[in-house]
């Protein structure tokens, strides 16, 4: 099941606040607003208005996201970026991170070509469409971008783009 999907069905069951947005973000601040604690400062150019916000879990992890949609008209929608704040005992490090986004998007490790990032300080990896780090043990941050129509470059500039508040 696609990563979409899997959201979706989760969403469906699991969600405990849902809030959807119509374009701006009114007080919530600059770009995209705050998720969980992290302020999202860099926004994609031509990303799609539609946004809405989720919490669930999945094995054992909270997840607290922010999607933004693009409409495409009889087609439906089609997710451009997705930040998402995780929280969870199995997130103890970077390689705990790494091991249990293989599991929840069902990626063989042997095959996911994974490249180092740093986020400052925070260690990370970064592949197409999708940068994550660890930002303390239980705690990390996952940006998805749709590497259909953004870049490498676009996704480390988004990625760089969401920090802590506080």
Request: glycine share 8%.
């Given at each position: 099941?696609?990563?979409?999907?899997?959201?979706?069905?989760?969403?469906?069951?699991?969600?405990?606040?849902?809030?959807?947005h119509s374009g701006a973000l009114g007080d919530e601040g600059a770009k995209g607003g705050i998720v969980d604690g992290f302020a999202v400062n860099h926004l994609p150019s031509g990303i799609g208005s539609s946004v809405s916000d989720f919490s669930y879990e999945w094995g054992g992890v909270a997840f607290s996201s922010r999607v933004w949609e693009r409409d495409l008209g009889e087609e439906g929608h089609r997710v451009d970026l997705s930040v998402a704040v995780l929280r969870g005992e199995r997130l103890r490090d970077l390689a705990g991170l790494r091991d249990f986004l293989a599991e929840y998007h069902e990626r063989d490790l042997a095959t996911w070509r994974l490249t180092p990032f740093s986020h400052g300080?925070?260690?990370?990896?970064?592949?197409?469409?999708?940068?994550?780090?660890?930002?303390?043990?239980?705690?990390?941050?996952?940006?998805?971008?749709?590497?259909?129509r953004f870049d490498l470059p676009e996704l480390t500039a988004t990625a760089l783009g969401v920090v802590p508040t506080a």
């Open positions: 099941m696609s990563w979409i999907g899997r959201l979706l069905l989760v969403t469906l069951f699991t969600v405990t606040t849902t809030t959807w300080s925070d260690p990370g990896l970064i592949t197409e469409g999708q940068a994550f780090w660890s930002v303390a043990p239980g705690l990390a941050v996952s940006v998805r971008l749709d590497p259909a």
